[in-house]
């Protein structure tokens, strides 16, 4: 069975050319199957290119790579040029076809592909944070948020950590009830990161209201009514007293401007 040996050279981690190799190597199956895939990460200089390329002869191995530096491109090319090695530039043909079609010059950064990445599974984890510690389901979560929300009932509590979380910030909300006790982790947390959200008992006892008849119930119940709502309120600054944190006013607040209050108190905080 044929054998045959590549040496994938990246400035970042190598997993695009190793992938395009694997794509290479599935349409000469099955006689290439046992064929050796080496990468290596994190090229960042001349000397490592030539002792890449000084392996790659005594092994007589192809070299694939993925540099987005054209200096670094070039330097590998005709390196593996004089040694009379097979290679290919997977990035360099693209690179300056995209170049000449929007007339503007490469960043020439290594690992950008993989920072978006990490970017992204930032966010996807703090989403998931969001929806796991949503409304006091698991006071354990409080000690590992970035930002604890605590207000009354309709106060934006989970739209508001829903944003914050697509923000990249883990956020955890509880909401206060006089009839039960806050989670002793509530006052554990670090109050620089604790936000209380209130509201007017006027605007509250309209969007209570609102809720009830979309639920197709009766808007009269004491959920809604004036006397339940201050009671409700008192008892949230007694707790967000207690905690020492900030109260953030989000009557006739849009989630985007709340949002934006809390991450410039948090950034200043760090």
Do not use: W
């Not at 000469?28 to 392996?55: A, G, L, Q, S």
């Amino acid at each position: 069975m044929k054998s045959l040996k590549v040496f994938v050279v990246s400035d970042s981690v190598g997993e695009t050319g190793e992938q395009v190799v694997k794509a290479v190597i599935a349409q000469f199956r099955p006689n290439f199957e046992n064929t050796v895939i080496r990468r290596f990460p994190h090229i960042e200089n001349d000397d490592h290119i030539k002792n890449i390329v000084e392996i790659a002869k005594a092994q007589d191995a192809l070299i694939v790579y993925t540099l987005a530096e054209e200096k670094m491109r070039q330097k590998i090319h005709h390196s593996c040029q004089q040694e009379n090695i097979l290679s290919i530039d997977l990035l360099g043909p693209i690179i300056q076809l995209f170049q000449e079609k929007i007339d503007e010059p490469p960043l020439e950064e290594a690992g950008l592909v993989h920072k978006l990445d990490d970017d992204y599974f930032r966010k996807i984890e703090a989403v998931e944070f969001a929806v796991k510690y949503d409304d006091g389901r698991d006071p354990r979560g409080l000690l590992l948020a970035d930002v604890v929300l605590v207000g009354v009932s309709r106060t934006s509590k989970t739209p508001l950590s829903q944003y914050l979380a697509h923000k990249r910030y883990k956020v955890a909300n509880v909401p206060l009830v006089p009839e039960i006790n806050p989670p002793e982790e509530l006052f554990l947390v670090d109050p620089k990161k604790c936000f209380g959200l209130v509201i007017s008992p006027e605007k509250l006892n309209i969007i209570r209201k609102e809720r009830l008849i979309a639920l197709g119930l009766n808007d009269d119940a004491i959920y809604a009514k004036q006397e339940r709502i201050k009671q409700e309120i008192a008892h949230f600054y007694k707790v967000v007293e207690r905690i020492g944190c900030s109260v953030l006013d989000v009557t006739n607040k849009a989630v985007e401007e709340t949002a934006n209050d809390i991450i410039e108190r948090i950034e200043q905080n760090k």
